[in-house]
Every structure is written in structure tokens, then in C-alpha cells.
């Protein structure tokens, strides 16, 4: 039996369409993860809390430190979980008006320049401080500058403030902040590479990274709807949506290819076909590939913490010093922009989760031999902090803010967060 | 720019969550999967030809012998090909009633058992008549047995068929032939292998498989319903979808962790689910995450093609052969149960396609080395010309015969094939 059963898993492993053993690990994985961010995502809203948490701590149940059921290297999972956030970003961008994102722009870049510029300092300083030597507290610092823009919209759109002026001003500021970390983890992978920095070059990332954006929007507003007047006349069932869906994964990958981040283009891609007549039916087909592949993601990032890296004495302490010095800066982020007349504090709350963003400056620094274990674990700690305290914060700030709403959730085979866009467009 | 670029895939690659250049390749491969299927498939509609013919099609042109943008053979691709097959027989199952297929249970396996004995028998002598030797002569006859259910059964539902004595025999025929199959390929490699034949160790695959079906149905049947009534609380947007989903990869790695086929599950879970209260929500989301997967199934099986392969005179003649003798055979293999009142030649006409199964047999011949790069190409011609002739051939049939209904075809964001279900299960 048991030869026969290596016989069949050979040949399966040696067939062209590949599969066999990558896909029962791939289905196994998948299993868990839907029934365990199902599971403990309900579990977190009987709690009161936003189901991401539960379906964070399923992540991290899954990973390697507690089951090791979910391995998030794996190319298929860490693939899937990449696409995951590209569909979370192109369903929050199919709701995100261009026009109220251009009225928050000024007090956006401001909250975003200072929630990269004060971290970054304050994490420089507090390592340095610490003992760290320049080049560790350089990546410190750097890994306290971007948003996790995923986490904080799904859970403003789980507490119905994803409509609302500062829902509008950190997803702005998240999208502006990973703009501004991509160009500073080019920037340190250089330093810690051994690279001369040059102020051309820096600006000519910079350049790119901002020009990609406005490029895409404009021209994608011009090229959008008459191809889509077009595949609307394809008869074959499901098309528009997967159209849809085709186009955000194509600006992620222009995104990506000019230097910038795949989750940049699919937000730009959303926003592009907000205005489409077609929007609603696109929007349904991408929920349902959305609750297929968001889950993934968000387990995924649980899954990469690492619980026994953080147990170190050394890591906890400058851990926490990291924590402190990304929430603080954070926090203040959110009071730059004086004039905003909004909720201020859920602002610099809604800024302050580092998530899998967080989780690449510490591996590329770790992976480059720029950092130490216990730098990486202290890192890490950082990353887990201040991921799993935003759900909690902005629930505890929303309930205490005199324009808290309800409530919202969304109805299962509805248009999603839509639900939650005031306006003409209700379904 | 080339420098910062190179880093920041470098540090991309580097990063826990995977990702980086692995989903970029997987982007745009997704996206031209997605634009071409689809096109090519509102193309052959338009020449009244099935759909999924132009799939294939799509799947030739941008496999590595013409365009080479998708690659069949990457375990993202081919996890995400295998992802879909799974939910496309899903899918099936979720649209066949378990009584009706068992009323024609005599018939299809008579016709699955005709079905391969007829073409391995045919297929052995027409290859050892052309010259091969007797391992590789045996490794054509096997690959000419097993029946690639994914593409008449779309046929089938793409012309209206499905729900019809000669859908379910062609359906019950190819599951049992996938079980064979299965068995087959065991015994072929252990015989490529060296290793001695028993008649005990053939009998012990053959009663798993056989026991695993009516295992998985018996104890589904009683395990889902009150799984599915705790499922049905869970107030997430999605949950119960997702759950239908889950359930088909467990059964699915079920089936393959027992030595069965992940598609042989995946039909028993759809089976199991056909009679709980929550089908239609069930049906509704993996119709959505269909669409999204299947056409990346069938863009793989034409990738997986070849055509340079094909071209070598030798393997030409011997490939002719493998054709005649695998059409005859399956043909004749329709008429087997003669006793069966339906259109035998249809059935026949749907036993016909090898797809990524027969692909399986080839594949693993040629790394065991059991076969040479030319009979290989002739098995790859077979695979090719069989799978290519269904659609237009099943059309004709079908076109020809007084139970002919018009073409229906699925609604988008409807219960997709389920249209064509009638009873009093219509929407």
C-alpha cells in the first residue's frame, strides 16, 4: 500500500500540470485557514471586536509557532495571500470616491509625511539609544514608517467608518505612506547593500512611484470604459467580473514593474473603475473571490510572527521601546494636520498597525545580515503589537467619538463594504 | 533605476509573506489567462462551438509553444489549475442528484469498464505492431483509458445535456474510469518501476478506491447536514460559501491522502451537498470562485501541449494510431451497454477527451523513462486531437439527435450550470 501510495505521489509530482503534492498541501492549508478565520472571526465579533483580529490570531494558531499547518514562505500560500491583498485593495479602491479623496488630500500627505518622518526618528534615536549600532537602527526605524492600509480599512469598514472624512484620510495616507516606504526600503536596501546614496536617485524613485499613480488614474479613466463597453458584450457567464478582477491584477503588476507596489496599482485600478456603469456587477464578482482569497492574507500575516523569536529579554526590551516609539509617532501623525476638524486620535489610531509591511523591512534587514536575531525578533514584536492593538483602539475610539455609527457588516452576496457608501449608489 | 529596481525585487524576495516576483509572474500570467480564455471562448460561441473549446485554444497559444506567457509547470499555475478542477467538479457534483446516477449505475459501468479495457487493449497491439517495445506499448494503452470528465462535462452543460441519462452515464462512467485510472497508473508504475506484480496489492488499490467514494457519501451525508446547520450562525459576510468550498478541499485531500484522485473527492463532496437546505448559497459562491479558477484549468491543459513535439514524422504515424484506436475504442465503448435506451453514440462521443489525465500517464513515462521524447510526442498528439475533438464532435451529435434541446447557457451570478437542473430546484 504504502509503495503504491509513493508510486502515485511520484508520478503525481512528476506530472506536467504539476500539482499532486503541491496541491494537497496548498487544499490542506486552504481548509484550515477558511475554517479557522471563519471560526475565530466570529468568536471576535461575539467579543465586540472586528472579525480581522479573529482571523489574525487564526494566522498566527496556523503558523509555524503554534500547528505549523500554514507555512506563509510557501510560494503557493505567500502567492495567494499576495493576490489576497491585491483583491482587498481593488474592492476598498471600487468604494473610494476620487473626488473625496482629492478634498482630504492636503491634511492626507500631511498626516503621512509625518507618520513616516516621526516613527523614522524616534525609532532611530530610541535604538541608538539602546545600544544598536547605526545601520540595525537605521532599519528600526525604517520598519516603524509604513501603514498596513489593509488591516485599518477592513476594520473601518467593519465599524462603518470607511465613508467618513477620516476613514477617506487614512486611506489616503496609508496609500501615500507606502509610496513613501517603498522609496526608503530602496533607500536602505542600498545603505545596508553597501550602495552610495544619491539625492538623484532617491527622487527619481520617488518620481516614479508618484507619477505611476496619477498616470494610472488618468489614463486608466480614459482606456477603462470603453474597453469594459466592450467585454460587456461578451456573452460567456461571469466575464465583466472577471475583467474586473483581470485589470486590478494588471496595475498591480505595472505597479510593480515600475518600481512601485502591487498594492498601489490595484487601489489606482479601483479607483479607475469607480466611476464605471458597470461597477456594481463587478463588484459582486469580486466579493466572492474576495472572501476566497482575503482570508488567506490576513492568515498569512499571522502566520509569519514568529512567537519564540520575541521571547528573548534583549528583543523584548527594545521591542518595546520600538512599540512605544511607533505608536507615540503614530498617534501624533494623526494631530499633524491641525485643521482637520475630524476625529483626530482615530486617525493616528487607524495609522498605527505595521502588518505585513512592517514584516518586510525586518526580513529584508535580517536577510541582509543587517540585523541580528534578537534585533529581528525585537522587530517582530513591534510588527504584532501594534497590528493586533489597532482593531481594539479604533473600536474603543470609535464608540467614545460622537459621530459613531453602528455597526455595518456585510451581507453575504451583496456588493460587500459597499453597503456602507452613502449616495445614489446604494444597490 | 535598474539598480533600485533589482534591489527592491531582491528585498521583495526576500520577505516572509513570499510574494514579490513569484506573484507578479502570477499576475500577469492570471491576467492573460483571463483575457484569452474568455475572448477565445466568445469566439467559439460565435462559431456555435463550445466555449471551453476556446479555452483550450487560449491554453495552446499561451503555453511555451507559441506564446509562452503561461507555464503549466509552475507550482503557482499548476496549484491554482489543480484549485480548479477541484471546484469545477465540484461544482458537478453540486448538480447531480446521487439516486439518479445511481439508476444508471449499471450502464455507466459497463460503459467505464468497456471504456478501458477496449482502448488498452487496442492501444497495446497497435503500438507493438508499429514496433515499440512492450513497457512503452504498455504505457500508450494506459494513457488511453482514463476519460478527462472536466471537458465533456462542461460540453455537456454548455449544450444543456447534463441533466439527461446519457450526461449521467458519461459523468458515472468517468468517475469510475478515474478510479480505474487510478489503479492503472499504480500497476504501470510499478511495472515501469521493476517492481513485481501481485494480484493482493493490485485488489487492496482498487478496494480503496472503490471504498473511498461510497465511504466519503455515506459518511458526508451524515456528518454535513448538522456541520452545515452550525455553519449557516456564523453571521461573517461569506462564511457559509466559504464552508461549501472547504468542504470540497478536505474531500478532495481526503481522497488523495487514500491513494483516490483530489477530483474523485471533490465530486463526492459536491454529491454529499446536493441535498442540504443551504445548496443554492453554496452553489452561488463557488460559481463566483469557479469562474475565477476554472478557466485557469483549462488555459493549463492547453499549455501543457507541446507542438513541437508533435511534429516528428515517427511519432506522427504512431500518434495516428493512438488516436483511431482511442476514438474507436471509447466509441465502441458507448455502445457497450446495449441495453441502455439514450443516444450510445453520445455517450461514446463523451468518453472520448484524455485531457490532463492522459497527459498524467505521458508524463510520468517519459520521467520514468519508460518512454522516448518521440512516443512521447505521439501520446501528446493522442492527448491533443482526442480533447480537440470532443467539443465539435459532442456539438454534432448532439445537433443530430431527436432529444436535442437548444443551447442554454449560465447566468452570470446565478447558480451557473444549475439553470439547466430542472425539478423543483430552479432559482
Given at each position: 500500500m504504502n509503495e503504491v501510495r509513493a508510486l502515485l505521489i511520484a508520478a503525481a509530482q512528476s506530472k506536467?500540470?504539476?500539482?499532486?503534492q503541491d496541491a494537497a498541501n496548498a487544499l490542506i492549508a486552504l481548509v484550515a485557514i477558511f475554517v479557522a478565520t471563519k471560526l475565530l472571526g466570529e468568536i471576535a465579533q461575539r467579543f465586540r471586536q472586528p472579525t480581522v483580529l479573529g482571523e489574525l490570531i487564526a494566522g498566527v494558531l496556523l503558523g509555524?509557532?503554534?500547528?505549523?499547518?500554514?507555512?506563509?514562505?510557501d510560494p503557493v500560500i505567500a502567492t495567494l495571500a499576495q493576490l489576497g491583498v491585491v483583491v482587498l485593495l481593488f474592492e476598498i479602491g471600487l468604494e473610494t470616491e476620487l473626488a473625496a479623496l482629492i478634498r482630504v488630500g492636503r491634511t492626507a500627505t500631511t498626516v503621512a509625511v509625518a507618520g513616516v518622518a516621526l516613527p523614522l526618528t524616534l525609532g532611530y534615536f530610541a535604538a541608538s539609544a539602546l545600544g544598536l549600532a547605526q545601520i540595525p537602527a537605521l532599519v528600526c526605524g525604517a520598519a516603524l514608517?509604513?501603514?498596513?492600509v489593509g488591516i485599518s480599512a477592513r476594520v473601518l469598514s467593519d465599524l462603518g467608518w470607511l465613508d467618513s472624512n477620516e476613514g477617506r484620510v487614512i486611506l489616503g495616507a496609508a496609500v501615500i505612506d507606502d509610496i513613501i516606504g517603498l522609496i526608503i526600503l530602496a533607500v536602505v536596501a542600498a545603505v545596508v547593500a553597501g550602495a552610495p546614496l544619491s539625492i538623484g536617485s532617491i527622487s527619481r524613485i520617488a518620481g516614479v512611484a508618484v507619477a505611476f499613480v496619477a498616470l494610472a488614474v488618468i489614463l486608466g479613466s480614459l482606456i477603462a470604459p470603453p474597453v469594459f463597453r466592450v467585454v460587456?458584450?461578451?456573452?460567456?457567464?461571469?466575464a465583466l467580473g472577471l475583467f474586473g478582477i483581470a485589470f486590478a491584477f494588471l496595475m498591480a503588476w505595472l505597479a510593480q514593474y515600475f518600481g512601485s507596489a502591487m498594492i498601489v496599482g490595484a487601489f489606482a485600478a479601483g479607483l479607475v473603475l469607480?466611476?464605471?456603469?458597470?461597477r456594481q456587477e463587478i463588484e459582486r464578482s469580486t466579493t466572492m473571490v474576495g472572501h476566497f482569497l482575503v482570508p488567506i492574507f490576513f492568515a498569512s500575516v499571522g502566520a509569519a510572527v514568529n512567537l519564540r523569536a520575541v521571547a528573548d529579554p534583549q528583543a523584548l526590551m527594545v521591542g518595546a521601546a520600538l512599540v512605544a516609539c511607533g505608536i507615540v509617532g503614530k498617534l501624533l501623525a494623526g494631530f499633524a494636520?491641525?485643521?482637520?476638524?475630524?476625529n483626530k486620535l482615530l486617525v493616528g489610531v487607524g495609522m498605527v498597525p505595521r502588518g505585513e509591511v512592517g514584516l518586510i523591512f525586518a526580513q529584508m534587514g535580517l536577510a541582509a545580515g543587517a540585523v541580528s536575531a534578537g534585533e529581528y525578533g525585537a522587530l517582530m514584536l513591534m510588527v504584532l503589537v501594534t497590528t493586533f492593538v489597532t482593531p481594539p483602539g479604533l473600536v474603543w475610539v470609535s464608540r467614545r467619538s460622537p459621530g459613531h455609527r453602528s455597526t455595518v457588516r456585510d451581507l453575504p452576496g451583496q456588493g460587500g463594504v459597499d453597503d456602507l457608501v452613502a449616495g445614489t449608489r446604494r444597490e
Open positions: 506536467p500540470a504539476g500539482a499532486g509555524g509557532s503554534v500547528l505549523g499547518v500554514v507555512d506563509p514562505t514608517c509604513a501603514t498596513s460587456e458584450r461578451i456573452r460567456a457567464a461571469g469607480f466611476k464605471l456603469p458597470q494636520a491641525w485643521w482637520f476638524r475630524g
